[in-house]
């Protein structure tokens, strides 16, 4: 077999192989950068979540005295104005315990949900 060779001696059956070994290199880089972000939204949902249960719950102990529907309705518009969704209110005395979810996509079609609870009412002891 005939086999056409360059200046270096090799032959051209050999080229090429730094080109895949490149693609390969690049297409690791692509997935843990699309790993890295997915990791990052999800921390930053999880952040979301807790802001949005906190602040609920400091809503709803403001106006605790009001009765338990005003109380955990204020909760509840707060948690949807930090793009939450309040999943569950309990008012035990002049305590509010809120419990919120936020949805995010770390990648597309794929929907996940962070959910975080807070607590909040007068100071004791």
Not at 16 to 28: D, I, N, Y
């Amino acid at each position: 077999m005939d086999v056409e060779r360059r200046d270096d001696g090799r032959a051209d059956a050999e080229r090429g192989g730094a080109t895949v070994l490149l693609l390969a290199l690049g297409l690791v880089f692509v997935l843990v950068g699309t790993f890295g972000a997915a990791v990052a939204a999800a921390g930053m949902a999880t952040q979301r979540a807790a802001v949005a249960a906190d602040l609920g719950a400091l809503a709803g102990a403001a106006r605790a005295l009001d009765g338990d529907a005003v109380a955990c309705a204020s909760a509840s518009d707060i948690a949807q104005r930090d793009a939450g969704r309040m999943i569950d209110c309990v008012v035990d005395g002049l305590d509010v315990l809120v419990t919120v979810e936020v949805a995010f996509t770390p990648m597309p079609g794929l929907n996940r949900v962070a959910t975080s609870t807070a607590r909040a009412g007068p100071v004791r002891g």
